[in-house]
């Protein structure tokens, strides 16, 4: 069962092999340096470290166009986003000591737990099974148009829909933020909510 | 390519995302976490996908157009998240999820912390 074909060997990895391992290794430690960081606007850098070793990872699966969404979509605009979240709730700049919660040692025995059972289920169930990367990519525009445009139409259009869905809400969640606006403490709220009262009537 | 080096890395980062979440204070941070859940997903849909169509004669690349979606989704879903956040942290001047305690059931409801939440959402519904 082990060691299936002539070709493939655990001690001799390729050098797509390598590669992927040095970029899931820079890759899970910018993770983990992300969830432990005490400066918030440093894990959302290192959030970015994270989500670029992830499209290096897709390239060299040879997912070509996953790989550029993934630039464009998370390292572009979500975690900008995220920067923005983070300076529009006044995150303190410099090290906070409060960055976790009490419960982190169970948090830590859950992951680990998890991470173990994962770990042991996948590499016990899929040892022996190899990716063919030779030939054409598996993932380039072409295919990926091809296949998203002829068998997944349906799916596309609803999710079109469900866009729109979240750029409505996230437009009315915001509009509260600029009645509220001018009362950014809560005991200066209902002066705040006033004076956006008196503006609404005015307009 | 060995299969097993993209979904172990998928599953240790997916256990990342699971410590982020439960241990994290702020509420942004715990949005990173889900991001890096959904990516660990997004990278096992993606090795499975390169496997699966040369291993399989026509698998219409579902885990591709998938993880497009998912990659969508969770745009959308960090929008929204974000702006209930911001709605959050307009209302209660904090974005640490410990302090939100409003719809807590147990002991906890009558520890001192209610006190002061009550007052602040009696002051925040005016």
């Known amino acids: ?203 | 390519m060995h299969l097993v080096y993209p979904v172990v890395l998928s599953a240790l980062l997916f256990c990342t995302g699971l410590y982020g979440v439960l241990a994290r204070r702020n509420a942004i941070l715990v949005l990173m976490s889900v991001e890096l859940m959904l990516n660990a997903v997004n990278l096992n849909l993606v090795a499975f996908d390169v496997w699966l169509s040369k291993a399989a004669a026509e698998t219409l690349h579902s885990g591709q157009a998938l993880t497009l979606f998912t990659i969508a989704i969770a745009a959308a879903e960090i929008g929204i998240g974000l702006a209930i956040v911001l709605a959050v942290h307009r209302n209660r001047g904090t974005s640490d999820i410990d302090r939100l305690r409003d719809t807590a059931e147990g002991p906890e409801s009558d520890g001192p912390d209610s006190g002061a939440p009550a007052a602040e959402k009696a002051e925040a519904t005016t």
């Open chain 1, 1 to 203: 069962m082990s060691l299936a074909a002539p070709t493939h060997g655990f001690l001799s990895p390729t050098g797509v092999e390598i590669a992927f391992l040095l970029v899931g290794l820079v890759t899970f430690g910018a993770a983990l340096v992300s969830v432990t960081t005490r400066q918030l606007v440093h894990a959302a850098l290192w959030l970015v470290v994270t989500l670029g070793g992830l499209a290096v990872e897709y390239l060299l699966l040879t997912a070509e166009f996953i790989a550029w969404v993934q630039v464009l979509i998370y390292v572009g605009s979500v975690v900008v986003l995220l920067l923005f979240g983070l300076m529009l709730t006044k995150a303190p700049i410099g090290r906070s000591p409060d960055a976790d919660s009490g419960n982190r040692w169970a948090a830590l025995t859950v992951a680990v737990a998890a991470a173990a059972a994962l770990v042991w289920v996948v590499v016990d169930a899929f040892r022996a099974t190899w990716i063919d990367l030779d030939g054409a990519a598996a993932g380039s525009t072409k295919v990926t148009g091809e296949s998203l445009f002829q068998h997944w139409v349906l799916p596309f259009e609803a999710l079109s829909v469900l866009l729109l869905a979240a750029l409505v809400g996230a437009i009315v969640l915001s509009r509260k933020a600029k009645a509220d606006a001018a009362g950014p403490e809560v005991p200066g709220a209902r002066d705040g909510q006033a004076a956006a009262e008196r503006a609404e009537g005015a307009r």
